[in-house]
């Protein structure tokens, strides 16, 4: 059997067939109540940008229930905390201000997408706002949103994500032995196991 490559979008259309109608009238441009409620209730997004020659980035952005900012209807904000500061997102944002965001909610399994405009801010009078911990971010993420809609289940469903007895963590090597082997540190395994032990949680706002 030959590779066959897709190479135009009448080619995918009729390999896929036409979108369900709702599918296509699902998408609004700004929240509605039970996004609010979403979002309040979401602790954990993951954001997708990409620089100005396309070339890709999906981090993923966590803190207790409610850490995005609903500033109005079609504004939202996302606190930046402690973390490796490669900053890779960010600095797309900085070259192509488009991002994708998907909310999850522990449990369920469809998913609150939004789509829209980011620009980064390093104060602004909300920021008091988003302290957790005693952490008040040194930036944050506006997005002005342009498209926003439930995502279905079936990836969820399929997956058995949230099934506890699908769940097989051990099968690899902890993190620190990843790191070992991966990344070849010169840290020794022990002094990596000391540091993504139970002291990791200490750093998770400092």
Known sequence: MTTQEISSPEELRELLGPPMPRALTKERTALHARDREWLALSPFCLVATADADGNCDVSPKGDPPGFTLVLDETTIAIPERPGNRR?????NILANPHVGLVYLIPGRTDTLRINGRARLLRDAPWFDDMTVKGHRPVLAVEVTIEQIFYHCA???????????????????????????EVEAPAETLESLEH?????YLKTLYS
């Open 154 to 180: 079936k990836a969820f469903l399929r997956s058995e994500l949230w099934q506890p007895e699908t769940w097989q963590p051990d099968l690899l090597p902890s993190r620190a032995r990843l790191i070992k």
């Open 195 to 199: 540091r993504y032990g139970p002291e």
């Open 87 to 91: 900053a890779d997102g960010y600095r």
